[in-house]
C-alpha cells in the first residue's frame, strides 16, 4: 500500500499526549486517548494489508505473523529486560513479585487480561508500581492480531466483499454497544479486554474496506480534517480521569483519527500536511518505542523523584531510549529476511524471551528476592501492616442469621470487654473496619462491649445498591435485622468512604453509581440523590437509637500508591532512613459541600464524629508520627492511625456508658 506520511505523523499525535499525562502535565488530562488513536491507526493499517495481500493471491499467515513478531517483540523483549532489571534496585519484594507476573502475562500476550483479573486500574492508587501496566495495549492489539487474520481469511473466502463489510460492521456495532454499556457497569472489563475495544481497531478496519465514498471536494476534506483534529485534541484537553471511559467518551478520539484518515486517502489536506511535519514523522517513527519506555521511566523516576523538574526529565529520558530503541533494535529486526534471516532472528528472540521468562520466574518463586533489603526496613514494613490482632478482636463471617449468599463476606467483631453486654454498633463498610480498633480500644477503656458489622464497599445506606450488584443492600438489610434483634443495642455509629456514593467516584476513579427503588436513569447527579435518600432511610428506620455519623477520614490520594508503607519503607531503603514526619495537604474540594449539604436536610436525631482535627493540623495532616505509619494505603488508617482516634470515640461512647452505670 501507499506510504502515508501523515499516519505516521498522527502516531506522534498519539503518543505525545500519552507521555505528557503520565510525566504529571496537568494541561493534558485526557492523554491518554492517544492509545485509542493507535488501535484506529492499527486497525486501518494491518487491515490494508491483508485486504491488498488477499485480492492478489500473495496472503501468508506465516509471513504475516513473522513481520508482526519482528514489529512488536525485539523493542518489547528490551522493555521487558531493563524494567526487570532496574526494578531490582527499586522495588519492594510484592511489588517486584506483581512485576514478574506482569511481565510473563506480557509475553503470553494476555497483560490486559492480567492487569484486569488483578487489583490494577490505569488509574487506581496502584499503579504508581506498575511499570509494566501500558503493556495493556499491546495485549489488545496483539490478540487482536492473532484473531483477525483468521476471521479476515476465513469471511474473503466465503462471502462477497459486500457481505464481509456488513458481518465487519455489525462486530463493530455489538463491540461499541458492549463498550458504552460496560463501561457505566464493568468500567475494568470495558477498559482492558479486546471485546470491548474491538470497535477502535474495527473503525480503522471499515475505513480500509472503502466503504464511504471518496471526499473529492478539497474544502470539504480540509473540513473533515480539522474536525477530526478538533476531536483528538479536545478529548485530549477536557477528559478527566474520574470521566466515564471508555465509554461514549472514546467515541471523540476515535472518530476524529478516522476522519483524519479517511480524509486524507485522496490527497493531501491541510491537517495531513501538517502531520507529515519531518518532526512528527520521525517521532511517529519511533512511537511505538516511545510508548513502551516511557511508563517505565515515568513510574520508576517519581518513586525517587516526583516534582515539577522531574517531568522535563522523564520526557527526555523517554525520548532518548526510544531512539536507541528504534535505530538499534527495531531496525534491526525489521530489515528483510535477506539480510537477517527468519531462523536468526528466531533465535535471537527465542533466546531473549526465554531470558526474561527465565529471569521472571526467579523473582516470582523468590517472593519478590525480600533479600535485597535490609532486615530493619522489612521490619518497618511488618510494624506498619494494617493488621488487627486477632488476641484483641475477635471477628468471624457474618451471614445475617440466613440472609442471602451475598451478606456472606460481611464481618461481626466483637469491641470492648468481652463479658459485657454490646451496647453498640459501627457500621459500614473497610473504612468501618479500620476505625473499630479506635471504637475497640474507647471500649475496653469506658468497660463497655460492642460490635463492629462491616462489608468492603458497603456503605450504610439502606435501600441502596449498584445495579445488578445487589451484594450491599443485602447486607444492610441484614445488618438493621441484627441490630433490631439486639435489644442490648443502644448506639449505631454508621461510617464509610462517604466520597464514593456521593460524587460517583470509584476508589480507581472509575465510575460508581448507585440506584435505589426510586431510581430511573443512574448518574452521576442522580448519585446525590440517592445518598441523600439511603442515607434518610437508614435513620428513619433506627428511630428510637442514639445515632452517629462518623466523618470520613482524608485521603492521602495516587502519589504515594496504594501501599502507603511502600512509600516510606522505599525512602528508607533507597535514602537511608525514614523521615521522621511527611505532611500533606487535605485539599477541600467539591466533595465537602456535596456532603454538608446532604446532612444539612437529614432528621435531627444523630450527632456527627470529627476525625480530622485529630488527625490533622489546619489541614495540614501528618501521615507519619512517631516513626509511625497513620495510613495503610490511600484511605484506609493503619492500626496505629486508628489508635490516635480512641480518645474521640471514648468521648462519644460516653452516653452509652454512663446510661448503663
Not at 487480561?113 to 496502584?126: R, V
Not at 533479600?371 to 471477628?395: F, H, K, W, Y
Not at 507519619?624 to 497513620?630: N, P
Request: charged share 15%; net charge neutral.
Amino acid at each position: 500500500m501507499k506510504y502515508r506520511s501523515d499516519i505516521d505523523g498522527l502516531r506522534a499525535i498519539a503518543v505525545i499526549p500519552v507521555v505528557l499525562f503520565h510525566a504529571g502535565y496537568s494541561w493534558m488530562p485526557g492523554g491518554f486517548v492517544g492509545v485509542d488513536v493507535f488501535f484506529v491507526i492499527s486497525g486501518y493499517l494491518i487491515s490494508s494489508i491483508l485486504l491488498n495481500e488477499m485480492s492478489n493471491g500473495t496472503f501468508s499467515f506465516a509471513r504475516f505473523y513473522e513481520r508482526r513478531v519482528r514489529r512488536i517483540i525485539p523493542a518489547l523483549l528490551a522493555v521487558l529486560m531493563g524494567t526487570l532489571a532496574v526494578g531490582y534496585f527499586f522495588l519492594l519484594p510484592d511489588e517486584y513479585t506483581s512485576l514478574s507476573q506482569a511481565a510473563l502475562a506480557t509475553l503470553a500476550f494476555v497483560p490486559n487480561i492480567y492487569f484486569w483479573d488483578t487489583e490494577s486500574t490505569y488509574f487506581g492508587l496502584d499503579i504508581a508500581t506498575q511499570p509494566l501496566l501500558h503493556t495493556w495495549s499491546l495485549g489488545v492489539e496483539e490478540q487482536f492480531y492473532i484473531l483477525f487474520p483468521v476471521l479476515l481469511f476465513f469471511l474473503y473466502r466465503k462471502f462477497s466483499r459486500q457481505t464481509l463489510s456488513w458481518i465487519l460492521l455489525t462486530l463493530f456495532v455489538l463491540s461499541l454497544g458492549a463498550n458504552i454499556l460496560l463501561a457505566e457497569l464493568y468500567t475494568k472489563y470495558s477498559f482492558y479486554m479486546l471485546p470491548a475495544r474491538a470497535w477502535e481497531l474495527l473503525a480503522g478496519i471499515l475505513l480500509s474496506l472503502g466503504l464511504l465514498p471518496a471526499i473529492k471536494n478539497r474544502r470539504l476534506a480540509d473540513l473533515a480534517a480539522l474536525l477530526g483534529l478538533v476531536l483528538i485534541v479536545g478529548a485530549m484537553l477536557t477528559l478527566q480521569e474520574n470521566d466515564v471511559f471508555p465509554g461514549i467518551n472514546a467515541v471523540y478520539p476515535v472518530l476524529g483519527a478516522a476522519l483524519i484518515i479517511y480524509s486524507g486517502m485522496q490527497a493531501q489536506t491541510v491537517v495531513s500536511r501538517l502531520l507529515s511535519h519531518k518532526a512528527l514523522v520521525f517521532t511517529g517513527l519511533i512511537s511505538y518505542s516511545f510508548y513502551l519506555w516511557h511508563w517505565p521511566v515515568t513510574v520508576y523516576t517519581k518513586m525517587i523523584w516526583d516534582s515539577d523538574s522531574s517531568r522535563p526529565f522523564i520526557l527526555v529520558l523517554s525520548f532518548v531510549l526510544a531512539v536507541i530503541s528504534y535505530r538499534f533494535i527495531e531496525s534491526r529486526y525489521r530489515k528483510s529476511a535477506r539480510r537477517l534471516p527468519r531462523t536468526r532472528t528466531f533465535g535471537e528472540l527465542g533466546t531473549c524471551g526465554v531470558f526474561v521468562a527465565a529471569g521472571a520466574a526467579f523473582i516470582l518463586y523468590g517472593q519478590g528476592l525480600a533479600g535485597r533489603i535490609p532486615a530493619d526496613i522489612m521490619e518497618t514494613a511488618r510494624l506498619n501492616a494494617n493488621q488487627l490482632p486477632v488476641s484483641q478482636i475477635q471477628c468471624n463471617s457474618f451471614t445475617g442469621n440466613g440472609q442471602a449468599e451475598e451478606a456472606d463476606k460481611g464481618q461481626l467483631c466483637r469491641l470492648g470487654k468481652q463479658d459485657a453486654m454490646p451496647q453498640f454498633v459501627i457500621w459500614g463498610d473497610s473504612h468501618a473496619h479500620a476505625l473499630a480498633h479506635a471504637l475497640h480500644l474507647a471500649a475496653l477503656d469506658a468497660g463497655i462491649s460492642g460490635y463492629a458489622l462491616t462489608n468492603g464497599g458497603c456503605r450504610p445506606l439502606a435501600g441502596v445498591y449498584r445495579k445488578r450488584n445487589k451484594k450491599c443492600l443485602h447486607f444492610n438489610n441484614a445488618v438493621l435485622e441484627f441490630i433490631k434483634n439486639s435489644p442490648s443495642i443502644q448506639h449505631v455509629l454508621l461510617a464509610g468512604y462517604w466520597r464514593i456514593p456521593l460524587t460517583g467516584q470509584g476508589y480507581d476513579n472509575s465510575n460508581f453509581l448507585i440506584m435505589d427503588s426510586e431510581t430511573r436513569i443512574s448518574s452521576l447527579l442522580e448519585n446525590e440523590d440517592v445518598f441523600r435518600r439511603g442515607l434518610k432511610r437508614t435513620l428513619d428506620i433506627l428511630d428510637g437509637y442514639r445515632l452517629s455519623i462518623i466523618e470520613d477520614i482524608p485521603e492521602i490520594g495516587a502519589q504515594f500508591g496504594k501501599a502507603v508503607a511502600n512509600h516510606f519503607i522505599r525512602q528508607a531503603w533507597l535514602r537511608g532512613g525514614v523521615q521522621s514526619q511527611y505532611v500533606f495537604i487535605d485539599e477541600i474540594d467539591s466533595y465537602d459541600q456535596k456532603l454538608s449539604n446532604a446532612l444539612a436536610i437529614l432528621p435531627a436525631h444523630w450527632d456527627y464524629i470529627e476525625v480530622k482535627p485529630r488527625l490533622c493540623d489546619d489541614q495540614k495532616c501528618p501521615i507519619l508520627i512517631d516513626g509511625k505509619l497513620v495510613y495503610s494505603d490511600g484511605d484506609h488508617l493503619s492500626q496505629y492511625g486508628a489508635s490516635l482516634l480512641a480518645p474521640v470515640f471514648r468521648q462519644a461512647l460516653d452516653p452509652v456508658r454512663n446510661s448503663h452505670q
